[in-house]
């Protein structure tokens, strides 16, 4: 069932280009500002949270600059909170769509994640002035950003389908999902290093995906930084635990989209 659900996947993939593309117009066509709020957010978020967190409560960085150091998390954590709002709501969104006409239906919530990518690029590229101004240098753990990266988006993806398929059988999930979102920036070392959190949280840390994708990019963008890695390793099999239930759940509602919707 999944090998045939992964070739029609692959048979509808331009179907997702256009998903995609109408996503990131549309996210702009009334926007004053434009792309510029990529930049903006995560940009506004860690001036608020360097103010707060490094100048006033002196939260640890582990030797990073405080705003370096947050900055790298906020990329990969905007890109993931960005995509979660968007796709949980993208099935129910397209109600017209679904009803009418067929296509494999978890290519609109990967819609949502593939121009996601559009603002973390602008953010990266922001990102890497910002390394340049506090003189971070290059070392060779930097070749696994890709690596970083793609298991970002796998659990970007996974969550979504998953919660893009509760929202059609249960609309106040979308109450949930901001909430959600909130509870689980401070669940994740974004603000403050795993070194920090006491010993009886620490498996709590691990347990949460996005603490691995944080901490790996910080890993590969700081030579100095020496992230946990069974903190790593943890969160990576939780990513893939998360992927495969996704899948299986949303293959077995997936029939009932347009009877339910």
């Known amino acids: 069932m999944t090998a045939e659900w992964l070739k029609e996947l692959w048979r509808y993939r331009e179907l997702l280009y256009f998903f995609a593309w109408r996503d990131v117009k549309i996210r ?37 600059p405080y705003p370096a150091f947050i900055f790298c998390a906020l990329v990969p954590w905007t890109y993931f909170a960005s995509t979660l709002t968007l796709a949980s709501n993208s099935l129910v969104a397209n109600t017209t769509l679904i009803t009418k006409v067929y296509f494999p239906r978890v290519l609109l919530p ?31 753990v930097l070749l696994f950003i890709p690596a970083a990266v793609l298991v970002m988006i796998i659990l970007a993806v996974s ?55 944080v901490e790996a990019f910080r890993s590969c963008l700081f030579p100095s930084y020496r992230a946990d890695l069974s903190l790593l390793v943890t969160s ?19 029939r009932e989209f347009a009877d339910i919707i």
């Not at 510029?36 to 640890?60: D, E, K, N, Y």
């Not at 990576?236 to 299986?248: D, E, N, P, R, S």
């Open 236 to 254: 990576l099999v939780v990513t893939i635990l998360l992927l495969i239930i996704a899948i299986v759940y949303f293959q077995r509602t997936e």
């Open 110 to 140: 990967a819609a949502s994640a593939a121009s996601g990518m559009v603002d973390f690029g602008i953010s990266s590229i922001l990102l890497a002035c910002l390394l340049t101004y506090y003189g971070v240098g290059i070392g060779w």
């Open 159 to 213: 969550v979504s389908m998953l919660f893009a398929a509760l929202n059609v059988r249960y609309r106040d999930v979308k109450y949930v999902i901001p909430f959600l979102v909130q509870v689980w920036l401070f669940l994740t070392p974004v603000i403050y290093p795993p070194s920090s959190v006491p010993k009886r949280y620490k498996a709590l840390v691990a347990l949460n995906p996005m603490s691995g994708v």
């Open 28 to 64: 702009y066509k009334q926007a004053l500002l434009g792309a510029s709020w990529a930049v903006l957010q995560p940009l506004l978020t860690m001036a608020i949270f360097t103010v707060i967190f490094g100048r006033i409560a002196h939260v640890p960085s582990d030797g990073i």
